[in-house]
Every structure is written in C-alpha cells, then in structure tokens.
C-alpha cells in the first residue's frame, strides 16, 4: 500500500472507530458529551443572564464611563481563552483569593471560565441587537405610560432574533472552548473532561477514532441545539 | 395644565428650542405650526417627557416634572408621532398596552379597547397586524391606541400626513367628541396651515425654534445686511426685495403680519416702502370671523387677511393681479 493508500486507511478508521463507540454507548464519550452540555447550558444561562441586561443597560442610558465600558467589553472579545483560563487558575488556585472555594478542577471552575468567556460576547451582541431597535418602540413604549421593566420586554420582544443570535452565539462560544477547561478543569476522566478537553486528549494519544467520535457528537449536539432555537426564532414572527 | 419655563434645549451645540415660556392650559386646542426643522418634534417630546430639556423646567398642574414624577405624568400625556409605530402583536394587543401599562384588566380594559377602536373606525383591523397595514391606518390606529389609554393631554405630531380627507375628517370628530365628552387638551403639530386653522382655537408659530410673535403667515429666514440708510434696510426674499425697518443685522426671520397687508388692485401713492405686484394663487375663507385669506405670488408668495366684502369689490380670485403694500416698520424681525 502507498503512502495516500495508508492516509485513506487511516481516516477510513477513524471514521470506523467513531460510529462504533457512538452506536455502542461509549460510557466515556456519552459521560463527557452530558457534561459538556451541562457546562454550556448553565454558563450560557448565567452567562446570558448577566450579559444581556447589562447590553440593554450599555445601549438604552447615557451614562458617565459608558463609552469606556463599551471599549473594554469589546476588549474582552478578543482575550485568548487560555489566558482567562490562566487568570482564573490563579483565582480559584489554593494560594488564589477565592481558593476557599475549593473549585480548582471541578465543573463549576469550567463554568465561571466560560461565562467569563462568554459575558463579553452576551454584553457586546445584545448591545448592538438593543440598538438597532427603532427608537420609536421605545417611546412609544413610555408615551404609552409603560414604567422601566414594560419598556424594557417591549424592546426585547423587538429585538427577539438578534437577541436569540446573543444566546446562540454564546453557546456557540462555550461548547466550543477548550483552552480555559483544560488549564481549571484539569481534564480529569468522568469529572471534568468535556468533550472539547476529551477530543484534545484523544489526538495527543493517537486514538484518532475517539477524538473523531467526539467531535462528531459534539457537532450533533451543537446541531441540535441551534436547531432548536432556529425553531423558536420562526414561533416568533410577526 | 402642562407647562414650559425657561426652557432651552440643544443637541450638541445646536439650540433647537429656546422657548421662555409655553403653556397648554387644559381642555385646550392648540395647533404648533412652523417649518420643517422648526422644532416642532422636539418640543412635543419635551412636553410628553420623552426628553429632558438642557435648560430649564416642564411643568404639570403647577409642579415640576422631575424623577419618579415624570413616570406618573407620563401616564397623563401620550404622545403619537409622525410616523407612528405599532408594537409587536394585532392591533387589539396595541390599543390594550397603555390599557395593560395602567393596570386595567378584564372587561374593563375590553370595553375601552372596543370604544377607540369604534371611534377611530378601526373595528375591522382589530385582529390585524402591523405588516397587514397601511400607512394611514397606521396613523389611526396609533391615534385610537393613544386615545383608548384614557390621556388628558394628547399630543399629535402631524397626524394628517398619511391619511386622506375622509380620515381627518374622522379622526377630528372623534377628538371632538373626545373633548366634548371629558375635556381632553389636544395639542397638534403641522406645516399644513389650513388645517392647523381648522382643529385649533389657539395657532402658535415655531421658527428655528422660538416663538413667533405674529401668526404663522410670510415668515422668512434671512440675513439682515450690517448697515442700512436711516434704519431701513432691504433684504431679498425670493424674487421680491422686502425693506425692513431694524437695527438687527445677521441671522434673522423676518414676520410680515397679514393683517398689515394692503390689497389693491393697482400701485397706490401711500407711505409704505413695501409696494409688490403680482398675481392672486388662493383665495381662502379659513375660519369664522378669521376673515379670508388672499395669498399671492408677489416675487415671493405672501399672504393678506381681507374682509369678504374686499374679496367682492376688488373682485379677487386666482389669477387676478394686485398689488400688495405694508410698511416696513411693519416687518417683524425676531
């Protein structure tokens, strides 16, 4: 067999690896798959949560510092995931401020670094998704007598799609982020290791097929979910 | 009822409003006319506390607006733009939001939402949604969604700019009827003068933000020149030449009072320095002992309040020359 031969081989099974422990129910695979969605569904959640009435605020009052508060959001969207993994391994770690909390290497350590990862991005998008409301929902809004809260839902239900594309961009970033799970997740079999750490760890031991199988459950489950906000994006229509 | 003071507002270094004092007593009809970019807008925002003055205060029975008190007041003053916007939802989920904002529920809140609705004749749209409108129904249902949340004070910028005749005629019997029934103050703004003389007893004039002095006839933005001979100074206004007796000079506008116009049907020896001829355009009977209005295109189009009988003798009607006289210390400048 020639070199390209060995090279379609070896592709071929990997591909071969992967739909056998997906059909078989690989313990591992699906352990790290249920951990990985339930690390970005809370992170996005809190994530989300914090972000996206913190856009509303950053976009609907002109406050003193507001403009530089925009340019460190808009900072904080381009810091490499490994470095906010760095700084929060010094945070949780035994000697950091919060390593009473003793979550160094746990799921919850996974969590506050893709929030962290995630904020700038739920901020920033649901800022501009505020923004390009007409301003006139707005007015209307409080002619009609409609106190803070009122306003505020009335705008959302405006800015329905481009604050779904807040979330979906959010989960986008945490179920895709392996630098910061690595460094405070520690990657520690049926703990910590979700499917991204799980797929880097597969590549470095040359089990091609195990990494495959991972990153095709991960695409499915990313698939999965999109699709199910895209559903809820089209109930929402006018 | 609502009230400005000392009132002067700007975006960035552009004064746009500079208004010492504007007051909408209630049960009042009040009709704003003025130019585009008069301020027209503005100072319906100001007075519905969508913005907050640079300077000075608004008012509402006496107290001024300020912190958890504009939130109240806002419930009491509704305006509907220009180009109005309805809300996600029918148009039955639009007339109920002031309604739901105020926390009425239940057959109450049904009960209002079907009484504008039949008073702006917007019934049949009821279950309709923003996309399945057009622009006029737009305008009525925003009126009927201002009006079914029970305001004292409705403010309505250009509210016949995309309706047809028969809806303003119908949105002016249902404020009407309004008013008559619990004495709403209605407060209008528009550029079209016959209409503002049709649905106001009180026309107030915006010119690049302040006051007129004079009804909002022959107004004109100039620059007055540095010097003049003995005061008078003459300025170019379209293809006319207007003599002004002012010591102003710079950026000015200029008023020419209707009812300071002489009408004649030929050039007369007299004392006014302002003598234009030209040819009759409208002849128009705007109000009840408002006398009729003769505008003319006299180098530049001018308007005369004149007596009917006026109207018969000189027999004035489109197209007729006539000549055109006041004086100019009878140029307002402001």
Redesign the interface.
Known sequence: MDDRGRRVDFLAEGFRRAAALIAGGDPDLYGSAALSLRVAAAATIIACGLGIPAGFALAGRRFWGRRAALVLVNTALAVPTVVVGLLLYGVLSRRGPLGGLEWLYTWQAIVVGDVLLALPIAVALSAAAVEGV?P??R?????????RW?TAW?VA??ARFALMAVVTAAFGQVVAEVGAAMIVGGNIRGETRTLTTAVALGTAQGDFGLALALGVVLLALALAVNAALQVLQGRGR? | MIELRDVRHRYGDRLVLDLPAFALPAGARVAIVGHNGAGKSTLLRLLALLEAPTEGVVLFDGHAVTGRAIGRVRRRVTLVEQRPILLRGTVRDNLAYGLAARGVRGAARERAVAGAAERLGVVPLLGRRRTELSDGEVQRVAVARALAAGPDVLLLDEPASSADRAAVLGLHDALERERAERGLTVCLASHQLEDAYRWSDDLRTLADGRLSPVTPENLFRVSLPADGTEGVKHVRVGRAEIAVLTERSGHAILAVPPTDILVSAAPLATSARNQLSGHVSRVARVRSGAGVHVTADVGVELTAVVTAEAVRELALAPGRPVVFSFKASAVRVF
Do not use: C, K, Q, S
Not at chain 1, 139 to 147: D, I, P, S, V
């Open positions: 007409d006139r929902v007015r209307t809004a409080l002619t009609l007598g409609a106190g009122r009335t239900r405006e006018d």
